[in-house]
């Protein structure tokens, strides 16, 4: 039987022990010698990294049990943290980031020496016997220097193959081991501004011998340089505006050929080591995954006649398509869609068929419990449009009264460069099915949506991500799906000052949640990893030339203007945006007297890997808005302290 509820009142079975008993972390895969390889991260373990192999014949065996951590520090997201070469796994322990070598069915041991060094983002040169790879150098106490490195297989002797650039990613072998490509970029660049890739031959001792930039620079972003197994060097760049497919061929007075113009991302913003959106089939065929409009697609392409064939994928379609690898007639690739969350499928080329051989997240939910997300396009500043996905209210067991119009939870996603997309995330299901809408947004800067859209933001953090979310929530409300007196904001990282910043400098929203945001923009700018040091010069502004920005758009600078109850959540071990960030927030809006509350969570860094401290915010947030809001609680949830709250429920 119905019943009738207020919108956030609602019973439902996506409970929060729900959602992390049974979730994964699926990461990055590869193939060798017919065998698959891929990371499984578990919250209820407390977040260990566990390398996972299915033989040829089905055989699924878990490589690295606890203790080890099968994850790298280098620009402190990591990525690339594993590689495998003739059955012989190659991993960095998180624990201490030495390299070891795992032989199945023995101990893993150690292959470098402990010192102050990251590896990741490796090759194995077969021929030479070495690992070639991404090393960052710690030891001077300042900036760490990342650099080209080769480890010798016995030995662990190491030598170093190219420096003098601030960051380097993707060393790849051609296939007769006779030439090395890799990427190359600088301060303030990210990988998404501008990139450089260089080749050089590999000299008989091992060195590498006139090297040669051969595309790329600060304007034009260079993603996954693979070689086929002819030896022909494949590209993605977006010199187009978009991100597009590239051939180089050296015979040609322009070696540069494009292989078949769209406007499409077939690349990804590089946070990680590792990306993956395409590989070579058996036939010669290239097998890629591309975006458009915020929904992932499948493609033949064939490099020589530049026809692009689509594929059907998934049923419902997959709309999240992710880490793709290839290895002769199979396929496997990260993907999920509206109804699903994300899994590991395995596509046979030939037969087309598809085997799911893990999930992120093992329930199965009831679709009257699952929202649908709408894909939407609102106006917003300087007569542009901008983007994101609406999630209406859903429970099959309630209905709000006559005339109540739900409360609507606009996220902003992190990066800021990066995007969000339209597959089942019950973190997002949590709140529907209680009653609560959600619009998540893609605002001008996101990514998927060609170089212009994610140059929208440069220069402006602060202002049109912060006017997209505003103008998606009250497009909603003009339309009357949602309650404009019920708006409330939330976002981790980049996505937690777009948060605050919104709730700072304008009215709009009445309550906000901030995991792990920025609120001193010129405290980031001095005190962050390499990686990022600089990133806030194409956001911002030069820092400190124009300190003045830094200051005008920092909330902790303006907390006048600030007056609705937020809730921050943070990790202590957190080195990308230190705690003092959260903390300097928190006392100061229970000086000035407004409903503040503060989650610090022991042993997490930037984002949270323990089932305990996930269950415990996603409890926490919806307990503040209750209690902001006046809404019964239909969930037995642990109180969270508010500051300043003068009345509860």
Same mark, same amino acid.
């Given at each position: 039987?119905?019943?009738?509820?207020?919108?956030?009142?609602?019973?439902?079975?996506?409970?929060?022990?729900? %959602?992390?008993?049974?979730?994964?972390?699926?990461?990055?895969?590869?193939?060798?010698?017919?065998?698959?390889?891929?990371?499984?991260?578990?919250?209820?373990?407390?977040?260990?990294?566990?390398?996972?192999?299915?033989?040829?014949?089905?055989?699924?065996?878990?490589?690295?049990?606890?203790?080890?951590?099968?994850?790298?520090?280098?620009h402190e997201y990591g990525g690339g943290a594993y590689w495998v070469s003739e059955g012989i796994v190659y991993f960095c322990h998180f624990a201490d980031q030495r390299l070891y070598r795992l032989i199945p069915g023995s101990e893993p041991l150690p292959l470098t020496e402990a010192a102050p060094y990251r590896y990741a983002d490796g090759v194995v040169d077969r021929v030479r016997r070495r690992?070639?790879?991404?090393?960052?150098?710690?030891?001077?106490?300042?900036?760490?220097?990342?650099?080209?490195?080769?480890?010798?297989?016995?030995?662990?002797?190491?030598?170093?193959?190219?420096?003098?650039? &601030?960051?380097?990613?993707?060393?790849?072998?051609?296939?007769?081991?006779?030439?090395?490509?890799?990427?190359?970029?600088?301060?303030?660049?990210?990988?998404?501004?501008?990139?450089?890739?260089?080749?050089?031959?590999?000299?008989?001792?091992?060195?590498?011998?006139?090297?040669?930039?051969?595309?790329?620079?600060?304007?034009?972003?260079?993603?996954?340089?693979?070689?086929?197994?002819?030896?022909?060097?494949?590209?993605?760049?977006?010199?187009?505006?978009?991100?597009?497919?590239?051939?180089?061929?050296?015979?040609?007075?322009?070696?540069?050929?494009?292989?078949?113009?769209?406007?499409?991302?077939?690349?990804?913003?590089?946070?990680?080591?590792?990306?993956?959106?395409?590989?070579?089939?058996?036939?010669?065929?290239?097998?890629?995954?591309?975006?458009?409009?915020?929904?992932?697609?499948?493609?033949?392409? &064939?490099? &020589?006649?530049?026809?692009?064939?689509?594929?059907?994928?998934?049923?419902?379609?997959?709309?999240?398509?992710?880490?793709?690898?290839?290895?002769?007639?199979? $396929?496997?690739?990260?993907?999920?869609?509206?109804?699903?969350? *994300?899994?590991?499928?395995?596509?046979?080329?030939?037969?087309?068929?598809?085997?799911?051989?893990?999930?992120?997240?093992?329930?199965?939910?009831?679709?009257?419990?699952?929202?649908?997300?709408?894909?939407?396009?609102?106006?917003?500043?300087?007569?542009?449009?901008?983007?994101?996905?609406?999630?209406?209210?859903?429970?099959?067991?309630?209905?709000?009264? $006559?005339?109540?119009?739900?409360?609507?939870?606009?996220?902003?996603?992190?990066?800021?460069?990066?995007?969000?997309?339209? *597959?089942?995330?019950?973190?997002?299901?949590?709140?529907?099915?209680?009653?609560?809408?959600?619009?998540?947004?893609?605002?001008?800067?996101?990514?998927?949506?060609?170089?212009?859209?994610?140059?929208?933001?440069?220069g402006k953090w602060g202002l049109v991500d912060v006017e997209d979310c505003i103008c998606g929530a009250k497009f909603l409300a003009d339309q009357g799906q949602v309650d404009g007196e019920r708006l409330m904001i939330s976002g981790g990282s980049a996505g937690g000052y777009t948060t605050l910043a919104a709730l700072t400098f304008h009215e709009v929203f009445k309550a906000g949640a901030s995991?792990?945001?920025?609120?001193?923009?010129?405290?980031?700018?001095?005190?962050?990893?390499?990686?990022?040091?600089?990133?806030?010069?194409?956001? %911002?502004?030069?820092?400190?030339?124009?300190?003045?920005?830094?200051?005008?758009?920092?909330?902790?600078?303006?907390?006048?203007?600030?007056?609705?109850?937020?809730?921050?959540?943070?990790?202590?071990? &957190?080195?990308?945006?230190?705690?003092?960030?959260?903390?300097?927030?928190?006392?100061?809006?229970?000086?000035?007297?407004?409903?503040?509350?503060?989650?610090?969570?022991e042993g997490e860094q930037h984002g949270f890997r323990q089932a305990a401290n996930i269950k415990r915010a996603l409890e926490a947030e919806l307990y503040f808005y209750a209690q902001v809001f006046g809404f019964l609680l239909a969930d037995a949830i642990e109180p969270v302290l508010i500051h300043n709250l003068s009345t509860s429920v």
């Amino acid at each position: 039987m119905v019943e009738q509820a207020r919108y956030g009142s609602w019973r439902s079975p996506i409970t929060p022990d729900w %959602i992390v008993a049974e979730s994964l972390r699926l990461g990055q895969a590869c193939w060798d010698q017919g065998d698959l390889y891929w990371t499984e991260g578990r919250p209820q373990e407390k977040g260990p990294n566990v390398l996972i192999r299915r033989s040829r014949d089905g055989l699924q065996t878990e490589l690295t049990p606890d203790p080890w951590n099968v994850r790298t520090r280098v620009h402190e997201y990591g990525g690339g943290a594993y590689w495998v070469s003739e059955g012989i796994v190659y991993f960095c322990h998180f624990a201490d980031q030495r390299l070891y070598r795992l032989i199945p069915g023995s101990e893993p041991l150690p292959l470098t020496e402990a010192a102050p060094y990251r590896y990741a983002d490796g090759v194995v040169d077969r021929v030479r016997r070495r690992i070639l790879c991404v090393r960052e150098d710690h030891s001077s106490g300042g900036e760490p220097v990342n650099c080209l490195v080769s480890i010798d297989l016995s030995s662990g002797s190491q030598q170093i193959l190219a420096a003098g650039h &601030d960051f380097y990613a993707n060393p790849r072998l051609s296939p007769d081991g006779q030439v090395l490509v890799w990427l190359t970029w600088e301060h303030p660049q990210m990988p998404w501004d501008g990139t450089e890739l260089w080749q050089a031959e590999v000299a008989p001792d091992g060195r590498l011998r006139d090297p040669q930039k051969i595309a790329g620079g600060p304007t034009e972003s260079i993603f996954q340089p693979q070689w086929s197994p002819e030896g022909m060097l494949h590209f993605i760049s977006d010199r187009s505006g978009w991100w597009n497919f590239y051939r180089w061929d050296p015979a040609l007075a322009d070696p540069i050929q494009a292989l078949y113009p769209l406007e499409a991302e077939f690349g990804e913003p590089q946070w990680v080591f590792g990306l993956s959106t395409y590989g070579f089939c058996g036939d010669g065929r290239i097998l890629a995954c591309y975006e458009r409009e915020g929904i992932s697609h499948l493609a033949y392409l &064939d490099p &020589d006649s530049g026809r692009l064939e689509g594929i059907p994928c998934g049923r419902p379609p997959y709309t999240q398509i992710r880490g793709l690898q290839v290895s002769g007639e199979q $396929a496997v690739f990260l993907a999920g869609s509206p109804t699903e969350s *994300v899994a590991l499928v395995c596509l046979e080329l030939d037969s087309g068929q598809l085997q799911v051989l893990a999930r992120s997240n093992r329930l199965e939910v009831d679709p009257g419990y699952v929202s649908i997300p709408q894909a939407i396009t609102f106006p917003t500043g300087a007569e542009q449009v901008a983007y994101g996905f609406f999630y209406p209210p859903k429970n099959q067991d309630f209905v709000a009264p $006559a005339g109540e119009k739900p409360p609507l939870l606009v996220k902003s996603h992190g990066g800021p460069t990066g995007a969000t997309s339209a *597959v089942l995330n019950l973190g997002i299901q949590y709140w529907t099915s209680r009653g609560i809408a959600v619009l998540d947004v893609n605002y001008r800067g996101s990514t998927g949506y060609g170089r212009a859209y994610r140059d929208a933001l440069k220069g402006k953090w602060g202002l049109v991500d912060v006017e997209d979310c505003i103008c998606g929530a009250k497009f909603l409300a003009d339309q009357g799906q949602v309650d404009g007196e019920r708006l409330m904001i939330s976002g981790g990282s980049a996505g937690g000052y777009t948060t605050l910043a919104a709730l700072t400098f304008h009215e709009v929203f009445k309550a906000g949640a901030s995991y792990y945001g920025v609120s001193d923009l010129e405290a980031l700018a001095q005190d962050t990893h390499k990686f990022e040091s600089r990133y806030l010069d194409n956001l %911002i502004g030069p820092y400190p030339e124009r300190r003045d920005l830094y200051q005008a758009r920092s909330p902790i600078h303006h907390l006048e203007r600030l007056c609705c109850p937020v809730i921050f959540f943070q990790g202590l071990e &957190d080195a990308i945006v230190p705690p003092n960030q959260a903390e300097a927030m928190v006392a100061a809006l229970k000086t000035k007297g407004l409903p503040v509350a503060y989650v610090p969570f022991e042993g997490e860094q930037h984002g949270f890997r323990q089932a305990a401290n996930i269950k415990r915010a996603l409890e926490a947030e919806l307990y503040f808005y209750a209690q902001v809001f006046g809404f019964l609680l239909a969930d037995a949830i642990e109180p969270v302290l508010i500051h300043n709250l003068s009345t509860s429920v």
